[in-house]
């Protein structure tokens, strides 16, 4: 059961190969107090045609890379549940670009589960299975030598997957929404692969209430202390809280006793010191045009809020006709960004974003694009039992 010789770790990949099914994986790691979360057990179940496959891998005492070659490998399907963060380890730690991955939670999504929906809560629903211990949720992974009790709890991570697969793919293709899902699988796929650049770090963080050049100021602090945190593997938050961050983005300490008499500011390092001093002096050096645009994250104002909330409306309503999570329909931020774009009235094209792509263009995208452009009323519907909020198409005057 337990992988943890390269002797072992081939039997079992020669045995995944040839079994030629799909494979549950998942992982346990540890990413408290680190920058790099540190991949603790890997978890591989497989119903093969000669019997089941299931074993677990054990990271700290033999390379994985055999493992992750079938987990880049685009002939075997993958099955993960919430595998985002996995598929992200793989890709941090190893350079494993994972590939024909199939994310229950995600296809749970389109199939009325729900967003994000917990792997305990769909083997009950989905397989009407039993009741998933909770007990090691917080287990120390990195203790040696595993438990009986630890290496059963890690493999029902994985043991119900292979059945839920078969049958949520069923319900996909019965209700015509596999190539939905499988949009997304690779959209997965993809962001596990692509981290934020550094300048980019900023937009995880509050950025409301902030002119373009403190946002300026915030984004070169945010990549700084990225960069400073990286070094020491260490959380970002251990060189300076988000709080502390956005006090610096909004006044600026014009020295190093200022800075380090912020609210909040742990010890500094000298270095560490003079190098969110330079992130500060560099915002404060930048053009207007260099500046970020001061609508990015901002607090919306009423027109804004307004336009947002009447296509949030039709979204809820398109989520609810085809019971799908809203969420994953139609994320907050790309409303308001869809919104703000028209509200600018300028000329240039829809913004970028998921919802104008694919199959959520199809269903919501382009009916968003038509009542902005006034082409399409909104209508409620008194009529019981059928669709609440529709739109119709405008007759043209005269």
Same mark, same amino acid.
């Given at each position: 059961m337990l992988i943890n010789n390269p002797e072992k770790l081939a039997a079992l990949c020669g045995q995944l190969r040839a079994a030629d099914a799909p494979i549950a994986i998942d992982t346990e790691f540890i990413s408290e107090r680190r920058y790099f979360a540190r991949l603790c057990l890997v978890q591989v179940f497989c119903e093969a045609a000669g019997g089941v496959i299931e074993a677990l891998v054990d990271p700290l005492a033999v390379d994985v890379a055999p493992l992750l070659e079938l987990v880049a490998d685009e002939g075997f399907i993958k099955i993960v549940h919430a595998g985002g963060q996995d598929l992200q380890i793989f890709f941090a730690g190893f350079g494993c670009r994972a590939r024909?991955?199939? /994310?229950?939670?995600?296809? =749970? =999504?389109?199939?009325?589960?729900?967003?994000?929906?917990?792997?305990? /809560?769909?083997?009950?629903?989905?397989? /009407?299975?039993?009741?998933? +211990? &909770? &007990?090691?949720?917080?287990?120390?992974?990195? =203790?040696?030598?595993? +438990?009986?009790?630890q290496m059963e709890y890690a493999l029902d991570d994985v043991r119900f997957l292979p059945r839920m697969h078969q049958k949520l793919r069923a319900d996909l293709e019965r209700r015509n929404r596999l190539g939905w899902a499988e949009t997304e699988f690779r959209r997965a796929e993809e962001k596990a692969a692509s981290p934020l650049e550094p300048e980019e770090m900023y937009q995880k963080l509050n950025l409301s209430g902030l002119s373009r050049r403190q946002l300026a100021t915030l984004r070169e602090l945010a990549a700084t202390r990225d960069a400073l945190a990286r070094a020491i593997d260490k959380p970002p938050s251990f060189i300076v809280p988000d709080l502390s961050l956005g006090q610096l983005a909004k006044h600026p300490? =014009?020295?190093?006793?200022?800075? &380090?008499?912020?609210?909040?500011?742990?010890?500094l390092s000298d270095k560490q010191t003079r190098e969110i001093m330079a992130a500060i002096e560099r915002a404060a050096a930048l053009s207007q045009n260099e500046l970020p645009r001061r609508d990015v994250g901002e607090r919306p104002d009423p027109q804004l809020e307004a336009v947002a909330g009447m296509l949030g409306v039709v979204a809820g309503a398109r989520a609810a006709d085809? /019971?799908?999570s809203r969420t994953y329909l139609s994320p907050r931020d790309q409303l308001f960004a869809l919104a703000a774009w028209w509200l600018r009235r300028d000329g240039t094209p829809p913004p970028d974003l998921p919802l104008l792509h694919d199959w959520r263009h199809e269903l919501l995208g382009r009916e968003l694009l038509d009542l902005l452009a006034g082409r399409l009323a909104l209508r409620f519907n008194p009529t019981p039992g059928q669709v609440a909020i529709r739109t119709e198409r405008m007759k043209a005057e005269g």
């Amino acid at each position: 059961m337990l992988i943890n010789n390269p002797e072992k770790l081939a039997a079992l990949c020669g045995q995944l190969r040839a079994a030629d099914a799909p494979i549950a994986i998942d992982t346990e790691f540890i990413s408290e107090r680190r920058y790099f979360a540190r991949l603790c057990l890997v978890q591989v179940f497989c119903e093969a045609a000669g019997g089941v496959i299931e074993a677990l891998v054990d990271p700290l005492a033999v390379d994985v890379a055999p493992l992750l070659e079938l987990v880049a490998d685009e002939g075997f399907i993958k099955i993960v549940h919430a595998g985002g963060q996995d598929l992200q380890i793989f890709f941090a730690g190893f350079g494993c670009r994972a590939r024909h991955v199939f /994310d229950t939670q995600i296809a =749970a =999504a389109f199939l009325g589960y729900g967003h994000q929906a917990g792997l305990a /809560d769909l083997v009950r629903r989905v397989l /009407d299975g039993p009741a998933l +211990s &909770k &007990k090691l949720q917080f287990t120390d992974w990195a =203790a040696r030598p595993l +438990s009986r009790e630890q290496m059963e709890y890690a493999l029902d991570d994985v043991r119900f997957l292979p059945r839920m697969h078969q049958k949520l793919r069923a319900d996909l293709e019965r209700r015509n929404r596999l190539g939905w899902a499988e949009t997304e699988f690779r959209r997965a796929e993809e962001k596990a692969a692509s981290p934020l650049e550094p300048e980019e770090m900023y937009q995880k963080l509050n950025l409301s209430g902030l002119s373009r050049r403190q946002l300026a100021t915030l984004r070169e602090l945010a990549a700084t202390r990225d960069a400073l945190a990286r070094a020491i593997d260490k959380p970002p938050s251990f060189i300076v809280p988000d709080l502390s961050l956005g006090q610096l983005a909004k006044h600026p300490p =014009a020295t190093p006793a200022e800075l &380090k008499a912020t609210r909040g500011m742990p010890g500094l390092s000298d270095k560490q010191t003079r190098e969110i001093m330079a992130a500060i002096e560099r915002a404060a050096a930048l053009s207007q045009n260099e500046l970020p645009r001061r609508d990015v994250g901002e607090r919306p104002d009423p027109q804004l809020e307004a336009v947002a909330g009447m296509l949030g409306v039709v979204a809820g309503a398109r989520a609810a006709d085809h /019971d799908i999570s809203r969420t994953y329909l139609s994320p907050r931020d790309q409303l308001f960004a869809l919104a703000a774009w028209w509200l600018r009235r300028d000329g240039t094209p829809p913004p970028d974003l998921p919802l104008l792509h694919d199959w959520r263009h199809e269903l919501l995208g382009r009916e968003l694009l038509d009542l902005l452009a006034g082409r399409l009323a909104l209508r409620f519907n008194p009529t019981p039992g059928q669709v609440a909020i529709r739109t119709e198409r405008m007759k043209a005057e005269g």
